[in-house]
């Protein structure tokens, strides 16, 4: 089965930017790489998805090397509201990439601070 | 808003008993996914179906079942609880299959006792 490693937790202060890396081996040729944010007893939000090197949308970027095998979410100039788990998404080889097992990360939570 | 809908918010139930969860996709969403999370378990992924029709199984449990139906909405059976099974159960939906651009509803939580 593919596994993602994500740091457990991360501080930051508020307007600072955030670099959050999830390493995934294993990941199939087809599969897209996406991060999600959760809130406490929320259902979690899409933020990013990419599939090479960088993608950027109005709330963050995405950065990924040449062997895919790790992806970087880069926040700018965090804010408190902010705070949240963080998890990352790839597919599952074993069963067809990303039509298949769909395995999040233990998520990283980011505190920011004031 | 994420467009998905769950009910009901919460449910109490004692073990051995059997509840059923449900889910409403967004408006033209064929896809819907089936998430439970513990405290020591993370987010994992039970079940996906597609358009009525089971595409995927995550560690989904003999005791609990799922289906679409004709209208898409999704309906998420558990039976035999045990204590173990107390959780906020989540569902989401996206356009495709293969699509990882899911939205998820606000979640049941389920306390067994």
């Known amino acids: 089965l593919a596994k993602t490693t994500q740091p457990i937790s991360m501080d930051s202060y508020e307007g600072q930017e955030v670099n959050i890396t999830c390493s995934h081996n294993?990941?199939?040729?087809?599969?897209?790489i996406t991060w999600y944010q959760q809130f406490p007893s929320q259902g979690p939000r899409f933020i990013i998805q990419g599939y090479k090197t960088k993608v950027t949308n109005e709330v963050a970027s995405l950065f990924i090397p040449a062997d895919r095998k790790s992806s970087t979410l880069s926040l700018p100039r965090v804010s408190l509201s902010d705070t949240a788990v963080y998890y990352c998404l790839v597919g599952d080889p074993s069963y067809g990439g990303s039509q298949g097992n769909l395995i999040f990360g233990k998520g990283t939570k980011l505190s920011v601070k004031p | 808003d994420s467009g998905v809908t769950q009910t009901p918010k919460h449910l109490i139930t004692a073990t051995g008993q059997r509840v059923t969860l449900r889910c409403s996709p967004r408006s033209g969403d064929l896809s819907v996914y089936w998430y439970q999370q513990s405290l020591d378990q993370g987010l994992q992924f039970l079940i996906q179906?597609?358009?009525?029709?089971?595409?995927a199984k995550g560690n989904i449990l003999e005791r609990f079942s799922a289906q679409q139906f004709p209208d898409l909405h999704s309906e998420l059976n558990l039976s035999s609880l045990e204590l173990g099974d107390s959780a906020l159960y989540f569902c989401?939906?996206?356009?495709?299959?293969?699509?990882?651009?899911?939205?998820f509803g606000p979640g049941t939580r389920l306390t067994v006792l």
């Open positions: 179906y597609y358009n009525g029709e089971e595409r």
């Open positions: 989401a939906s996206s356009v495709r299959a293969g699509y990882n651009e899911q939205f």
């Open positions: 294993n990941i199939a040729t087809n599969d897209y």
